[in-house]
């Protein structure tokens, strides 16, 4: 067992309320076992893109108002087509848009397409989850 190394992290005020009421909601006791299992979250996500092929769910939250947004998301995913295998859009209320995207496919092009989505300016909310199915997960 490797040696446990304490360090500080820097955090805005109120979403670091935010996150001690998930933790609370989720049943930890303490800060350092959430983020000790975000980091091992993370650290599977990696693991995750070894296999040649894989599929996971992105969502994505974002003001359909904003500019050329609603567009923008729609040419992305346009260009990645081929690894899109379904998608859900929401509209949750008078701007916001949810999304939920199923993928499949080449993992780069999965990733590459998750990225992508989740990176652009002004999506409010994007996360990927990795899904079993892919090679890596024989
Ligand atoms: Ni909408």
């Not at 359909?64 to 899109?84: A, C, G, K, M, P």
Request: proline share 2%.
């Amino acid at each position: 067992m490797s040696n446990t190394i304490r360090f500080g992290v820097s955090l805005d005020e109120e979403l670091l309320r935010m996150f001690d009421a998930i933790l609370v909601d989720k049943g930890y006791t303490n800060r350092s076992e959430a983020v000790r299992d975000l980091i091992r979250s993370s650290l599977i996500e990696e693991k995750w893109g070894d296999g040649p092929e894989a599929c996971g769910v992105l969502i994505l939250v974002y003001d359909h108002h904003r500019n050329d947004l609603s567009r923008r998301l729609t040419n992305i995913q346009h260009e990645f087509y081929e690894v899109i295998i379904t998608s859900l859009h929401i509209h949750t209320d008078h701007e916001n848009c949810l999304e939920i995207i199923v993928l499949k496919g080449a993992t780069q092009k999965v990733r590459e397409l998750a990225r992508g989505l989740v990176s652009v300016t002004g999506v409010k909310f994007g996360v990927f989850n990795p899904a079993p199915g892919g090679s890596e997960f024989k």
